[in-house]
């Protein structure tokens, strides 16, 4: 990780946003880069171009849509068969909430599967191609500090609210980050990148936003600061306590139990 030139990094919702604004920071920095997108490749071209005009990295892209879990796994083997190695993780990919409770292709509550049961799938997925000095970063949100998670209720159906189940899938994703780091290694740090102003901001929040530019700043910084402890939740680029169900052992660990049974089929092979 010191020498930054030297990593492969993939970074998932790399097409817009923060992601598109990271992506261009990593392009200068990194030896390969590996984004994803929900789009065709023809319909990004451009930001590919533009990326590989930024500096000398290898740019691969990677379509998959994180509706379908499936095409989460074949996102991964795709990663595999171009690297043998993944320095760095960014799960960035993330959608607001629905203006109602929509299912995912696979039959979970819509936002829960793509902002975190993907990226939960992505990164065990990936696990045996990232080093112990590898560093996987969840990007995630504030929003979370007002959020509770039912484990009772993981799908929504008792009550539906946009920006509820956009932040209570960012609180899934910071407890997912502090238990895996007591767990298993690679270092795994989550990250509230700012309040930027995306289209994903506007779909929920009647609030303005920093640039992209600076959201995409806090994620490399993130990814590639050396001192940054794992299992760290970052307020932009400093280390901050994160909700106190986060900070909950049990609750971490029920969490993990039943994240385990909704992905289990994609987790062991039966998909």
């Known amino acids: 990780m010191d020498d930054r030139t030297a990593a492969t990094v993939v970074l998932t919702g ?28 023809t ?13 000398r990295a290898e740019i691969r892209y990677a379509q998959a849509d994180f509706d379908r879990l499936d ?30 409770r929509r299912l995912s292709a696979d039959g979970f509550e819509a936002t829960l599967q793509v902002n975190y049961l993907a990226a939960a799938l992505l990164t065990e997925r990936l696990s045996p191609l990232v080093p112990e000095t590898g560093r996987v970063v969840h ?5 979370h500090l007002s959020a509770t998670f039912d484990l009772d209720d993981p799908q929504l159906r008792r009550r539906y609210e946009p920006s509820a189940a956009y932040a209570r899938s ?20 989550s990250v509230h990148p700012g309040v930027v102003a995306t289209s994903l901001l506007h779909a929920m929040f009647a609030v303005h936003g920093e640039p992209a530019s600076h959201g995409g700043e806090n994620v490399v910084a993130a990814a590639l600061r050396p001192d940054v402890p794992t299992g760290a939740y970052l307020d932009e680029q ?34």
Request: glycine share 8%.
């Open 170 to 189: 960012k609180l899934a994703l910071v407890a997912h980050a502090v238990r895996r780091a007591s767990h298993v290694r690679p270092r795994i740090v």
């Open 43 to 55: 319909r990004v071209g451009p930001l590919l171009d533009e990326l590989r005009s930024a500096g």
């Open 71 to 100: 095409d989460v796994v074949a996102l991964a083997a795709h990663i595999a068969d171009a690297t043998d190695r993944v320095d760095v993780l960014v799960n960035n990919a993330g959608r607001p909430g629905a203006p109602r």
């Open 238 to 271: 400093r280390v901050a306590e994160p909700a106190r169900q986060v900070r909950d052992a049990t609750f971490r660990e029920e969490l993990h139990r039943l994240t385990t049974t909704l992905l289990g089929p994609w987790l062991d092979g039966r998909r």
């Open 139 to 143: 990007v995630a949100s504030a929003t």
């Open 14 to 41: 790399a097409t817009s946003g923060i992601g598109a604004a990271a992506a261009r920071l990593f392009a200068g920095s990194v030896r390969r880069l590996i984004v994803h997108g929900p789009e065709p490749a």
